[in-house]
Each structure stands twice: as structure tokens, then as C-alpha cells.
């Protein structure tokens, strides 16, 4: 299409009303004839309620058509798109609402976080919201599934309802072109639940299409659709280091991520950059370059921004062991009483978080004989954790476990990592 359909439905709506004006209303019914079956092939319902608005007003004011039942039909017509419209706003509510949780707190830290989730999502999608008829109904309701499962950590009913988001747009391509920013959003979700559940061939597929959507006209033609695609695809990529546990590679792509940080600048919020910091952060850490690790650590912290509880806590805790791996041990008792203050104070310590700073606290004066044992110790306790749903954001934000492997065996993050990578991949 050369035009945006909703720009190109207004123009048509435009069209009509002049015909309307200029007193050819029969001339100005056909017109609206042709758009409603436009409006209906895309999905276009808020239009389809202005469209239904004229048709009324001229078969009141004009008599025009002498057929029979044309009133009960466009009466049937009328409350059958506004109750869908009503559903649409009501699954996009709670989407958004959802949504909105996440960005603000991360996942959901105890029972009562996810009890007060379970509730708000049970309480508002009633039977009716349920049963999705049309493609934006189902858009939103696989959104809001979405986001509650992601809350709740439960990456297998993410997955699934990520999956379904992207298959509904492969299912009508012709909304990829009107919804783009949606399915961008939709296949960036859809990569994040193969990474963390370790589907890596899935996770190769989709990337590998997702970089050649990324070429697309769709895209280049239109500055939102390429800033989007540059800050999924990126993540992406860094994800795919994470997963292969090849660390010095991905430190490749920081000047061009840096670069483009920089050009949308304007355009990017600032949850994003607080992500891509996080992302390079974790990078530099796995490659054991430790300073730069902090460097992009110390932007977080410092950053004041009431965004993402969740990613300022394990800014903290990475800062901490980072500080830990390069020997700086006369900072490690200001430091470690530092974040568990912050960490305390935002009810964000897991069992897994308290197992560390317990560590942290009696280990830094150890010497490195009697270091490895304790590590040993930890791992052996935290592997215990694995399983568990309220700890899983420990594990998805800082690789802890193999971080603690690194050590018991002495070898580097990355190298433990690759291996686990590929005894898994045969």
C-alpha cells in the first residue's frame, strides 16, 4: 500500500462528507459503502464508528433507500462495533495497566506482590473479555496474558502467548504494515522468552528473520519503525552472547550501540537506555573486563530515575562483585552494606539475594585457600533456588550460578558458560 490505510480512510471520510454537503447523498452512501468493507478487511473500527455515524445521519434526515429493514440493519451494525470497540478499550486498559506494573516494580518479588496481580488480572478479564473476537480483541488480550505471565515469572505461559501475539500478524500480513510498532514488540518479547527459557534454536530462527524484517520497506521507510527495530534487534544480539557465553564478541557491538544511543537520543526513553547500560554492563563483566563493567554500572546508579526497581537492584549487586573481582576488598564493607540497605528498602531481597550478601559479608577477608570451599558451599545452596519462581529473576538478571562455577573450577564466566552452551545444543 503507498498510503497509510488510516490516512487513506480519513481522506475517503472526507470525501463523503462533501458529497454529504454538497447534497448527493446517494453518491456520498457509496463512498461509505466502499470504506466500511476497507475499514472491516483491516480492522479499522474506530473508523467503522464514524462510518456508521454519517450512514445513520443521512437515513434520518434524507430518505434515500427504499429498502427493507435498512434502519434494524444499521442499527445491528452500530451496536455490534460499538461493543466491540467497548472490549477493545477494556483489553488495551488492562494491557497498559499491566504494562505500566512491570515498568515501575519488575517482577513480581513475593506472594503478595503476585497475589495482588493474580487478583487485578482475574477481577477485570471477565468471561466476555475472554472469548476474543477480531484482531485487536486478541492483540490486546495476548498482551495482557503476556505481561501477567512475565510478572509472575511464568516464562512457559510467556512464551506461549508471545508466540500467539506474532502469529496472529503472520496469520494477516496486512496488519504487520498497519501495526508495525506492535509486532516489533511482539517479536522482541517472543526472542526474550527463547532466551530465557534456553530455546536456542528457536531463538536463532527468529533472530535470523527478525534481521531480515529489520531491512524491510516496512521499516526503513518510517523513523519510529527503525528506531523500535534498533533497540529489539540490539538487545537481541546481546542476549545471543549472553546465551553462547561469547562475551569478547558482543563487546563488538558497543561503539555501534553507543553511536545510535546517541543519534535517537531524542526519541528513546529512558527505560531503553537504562536496559542497554545494564545489557553492556553484564558484557563487559562476562568478557572480565571488570572497570568498564563499572563504568556502565555507575551510569545506572547514578542516573536518578524512578524507573525499574528491579534493574537498580542488580545494578548494585554486579557493581558490588565487580568491585569483589578486581580485589577491591577496603571498598567491600561500605559497598555491601550500601546495597543491602538499597535492596532492604525496596522489599526487593530474594533468597538468593540474602544467600550472597551472607557470602560477601564473611568471604572478603578470607584468603583465596579458604575462599574456594565457601564458594562451593554457596553454589551447592543456590543451585537449591534454581527451581524456584521467585528466584528466577536472580538467575535471568546476573548468571550467578555460573559466576560461582567460574571460581570453584577457575575458569572465566564465559568460557563455563560456551560449555554449558554447547552440551546443551547437542
Known sequence: ESKNIDIQLHEQLDNARILYNKGLYLQSLKVLDKMKETAKANNQISLLVQVLFLEKKIETLHITRSLKHRAEQLIGEADDVNEHLVRITKLSNLALKLYSWYINNGHARNEKDEAEIENYF?????????????????????????????????????????????????????????????????????????????????????????????????VQQSDNNRIQVFVYLYIAKINQYFLDGTFEEGLLLVPTIS???????????????????????????????????????????????DLRNDLQCYSRLLHLIAHYELGNFDLMEYLVKSVYRFMAKMENLSLVEEEMFKFLRKSFHLSPQKLKPEFKKLLEKLKQFEQSRFETRAFVYLDIISWLESKVYEKSVSSIIRKKYLERKK
Open 259 to 305: 553511536e545510535k544511543l546517541n543519534e535517537f537520543q531524542l526519541h528513546l526513553d529512558r527505560h531503553r537506555i537504562l536496559v542497554f547500560y545494564y545489557k553492556i554492563a553484564s558484557l563487559y563483566f562476562g568478557a572480565g573486563e571488570f572497570g568498564s563493567s563499572i563504568d556502565y554500572l555507575n551510569k545506572i546508579i547514578n542516573w536518578k530515575v
Open 122 to 218: 482475574k477481577t477485570y478479564l471477565s468471561d466476555d473479555l475472554k472469548n476474543a473476537n477480531g484482531f485487536y480483541e486478541k492483540l490486546y488480550l495476548y498482551q495482557s496474558y503476556c505481561w501477567y505471565a512475565f510478572i509472575r515469572q511464568d516464562f512457559l505461559m510467556y512464551y506461549r502467548y508471545t508466540q500467539h501475539w506474532v502469529d496472529m500478524f503472520h496469520q494477516e500480513p496486512l496488519m504487520i504494515e498497519i501495526e508495525t510498532a506492535s509486532y516489533i514488540k511482539g517479536i522482541h518479547n517472543l526472542l526474550n522468552a527463547h532466551f530465557i527459557l534456553r530455546n536456542y534454536s528457536r531463538f536463532e530462527k527468529d533472530l535470523e528473520q527478525f534481521e531480515k524484517f529489520a531491512d524491510s520497506e516496512i
